[in-house]
């Protein structure tokens, strides 16, 4: 499994914007997809984009599509989660994880988890 840490996460106002970054310590990074997801207190963990391993396909949550933007460096083992245009419903910790291959959006394909770091949105 590869390990994987997140950082970024902080407050932000509503209609501002938060980078995230997900670091691995894989030297192999190339090997995973890379998805980003959230749970809000009180609700179920949920997807919101994945980056396929050579960044040629993504995938993005309906509510967050147009707003965030996932991308990828292999060379510095980081995958980042742009997020433009925040919302309230944005708060949640937000974590990544790692899949084989693919961009589906089933938590049960991501076998590595980071720790999560917390993105909170105000009106």
Known sequence: QV???ESGGGLAQAGGSLRLSCA???RTFNNYAIGWFRQAPG???E???VISRYASATNYADSVKGRFTISRDNAK???SLQM???KPEDTAVYYCAARPYGT???QSDFGS???GTQVTVSS
């Open 113 to 115: 988890w980071g720790q």
């Open 84 to 86: 433009n245009s925040l």
């Open 77 to 79: 083992n980081t995958v």
């Open 104 to 106: 589906g959006n089933r």
């Open 43 to 45: 609700k179920e963990r």
């Open 24 to 26: 691995a310590s894989e």
């Open 47 to 49: 997807f919101v984009a």
């Open 3 to 5: 390990q994987l840490v």
